[in-house]
């Protein structure tokens, strides 16, 4: 081997562990050699394959958008690699907006796992639009109000002509509503929610409602925990109880309610008693009680001479006289014909004795005028007691006020007398 020969030798040499370094030892620092620094199709090439080393490893991080302007095989091929993941990427966007028709035939395996997952995709999209075209379904020929509401954001979701109707709006104006919007007290509809969450269910729960002109009407509402299209909602079923809650609202108070002068009847009323007696007896320390009873005088006389309508109207007039005297919390009943008792919670004999007195002169005070024209004097008699000791009954209560009672007749009608243990044999 001559001179030149093995000079030729030692600069491939130079060259190969340049460009290896440079290129394949991602740690190398070193400086390019003296030698080849002067040589200008060197630098040329050394340039060119940064370019392209720089160029592929922005395509190895994802950016898209550099730009590659060398010729040649590698480079061909790297740019027409960063054409296909360009049109990967649109394929890709184009599939989250619903388009499953795209399909990869440049990538090998890849490809085939691309088009697995497409495919599977589109199946799963074709069974959810037919679940919820079937969920839709199912709410819209429901043979009572339904409504499907966001578990997330408690807006209406979907709803049927039925419970679009109960919100006085259409099905498409109800879209997108908050449902919290339809509940009288937005209160009730957390309490739903609270147990929602406790339970996955409500039942049969009466609750008041409102619709958009602001109606007000009981609903029984029940409720269960569901999914639509992928999101929790609430499946909410209401009807519209107001004529029932109306009609047994007025059997309640037809059981509860003397007919005639509208204040409790005797049997409504001794349940009262009873109720707050029992609650006397766990407090009594400090909770006081007393018992009122009371009599027109002369009713007899009074239906006698003016018949029964104004006798009637006698005892209508009467209770309201009572009322405007007594406390929202006081109990007032017609125990009899023309007897009347009232239960004072909270109120002691003297203080007790201090309303009976007020309600004997609202008796006498004012001016009592039948619709005949006559003008009736009205006066009323009232015994007042209050318990002794733990150990009597409320009927021991009762009879003490009764004693009380005929002793305000025996003194003269038209006055208040307190039973105290003096009357003792009176009550036996």
Same mark, same amino acid.
């Given at each position: ?11 491939l040499d130079l ?14 620092? #070193? ?50 690699l ?7 990427t649109?394929q ?13 035939d440049?990538?090998g395996?890849?490809s ?6 497409v495919?599977?995709l ?7 639009r ?20 966001s ?10 002509d ?85 009609m #047994? ?6 059981a509860?309610?003397d007919?005639l ?10 349940e ?8 006397w007896?766990?407090?009594r ?48 009943g ?23 007195e ?12 039948l ?23 409320f009927?021991?209560?009762?009879r003490?006020a ?27």
């Amino acid at each position: 081997m001559d001179e030149w020969d093995v000079e030729k030798g030692e600069w491939l040499d130079l060259v190969v562990k340049t460009l290896r370094r440079a290129f394949f030892e991602t740690k190398a620092t #070193e400086a390019m050699p003296p030698e080849l620094q002067a040589h200008e199709e060197f630098q040329r090439l050394y340039r060119d394959l940064q370019t392209i080393c720089h160029f592929a490893t922005s395509l190895a991080g994802g950016e898209l958008s550099e730009s590659l302007r060398l010729r040649g095989s590698l480079a061909g091929s790297l740019k027409m690699l960063q054409g296909n993941l360009r049109h990967l990427t649109w394929q890709t966007q184009m599939i989250a907006k619903g388009d499953f028709s795209q399909r990869v035939d440049f990538m090998g395996a890849f490809s085939q796992a691309f088009n697995s997952m497409v495919e599977a995709l589109a199946q799963s999209q074709k069974a959810l639009r037919e679940s919820r075209q079937q969920y839709r379904h199912m709410v819209a020929v429901a043979p009572f109000p339904l409504v499907v509401t966001s578990m997330i954001d408690h807006r209406i979701i979907f709803i049927n002509d039925k419970a679009a109707q109960l919100y006085g709006v259409t099905a498409e104006e109800a879209i997108g509503k908050n449902a919290r919007d339809y509940y009288r007290e937005s209160a009730d509809m957390q309490l739903i929610l609270e147990e929602l969450a406790l339970h996955g269910a409500v039942e049969n729960r009466i609750i008041q409602m409102r619709n958009d002109r602001d109606e007000v009407y009981f609903g029984l509402l029940s409720a269960v925990v569901s999914t639509f299209a992928g999101e929790p909602v609430r499946l909410v079923a209401i009807n519209d109880i107001t004529a029932r809650h109306k009609m #047994e609202n007025e059997l309640r108070r037809m059981a509860t309610t003397d007919e005639l002068t509208g204040c409790f009847n005797r049997r409504y009323f001794m349940e009262l008693a009873e109720q707050t007696w029992q609650t006397w007896q766990t407090q009594r320390a400090d909770f006081s009680l007393a018992l009122l009873m009371l009599d027109l005088d002369h009713f007899k006389s009074i239906n006698d001479r003016f018949g029964h309508a104004g006798g009637d109207q006698v005892l209508r007039t009467a209770c309201q006289r009572l009322r405007s005297v007594l406390r929202d919390g006081d109990i007032l009943g017609r125990i009899g014909g023309e007897e009347f008792a009232v239960l004072l919670p909270g109120c002691g004999r003297d203080g007790a004795w201090m309303v009976a007195e007020r309600l004997r002169r609202a008796m006498v005070e004012g001016e009592m005028v039948l619709e005949s024209g006559e003008r009736p004097v009205v006066t009323v008699s009232v015994g007042v007691a209050v318990p002794e000791d733990a150990g009597q009954t409320f009927s021991d209560l009762l009879r003490c006020a009764d004693v009380a009672l005929y002793r305000a007749k025996d003194r003269g009608r038209n006055c208040v007398q307190v039973w105290s243990p003096a009357h003792s044999d009176d009550a036996q």
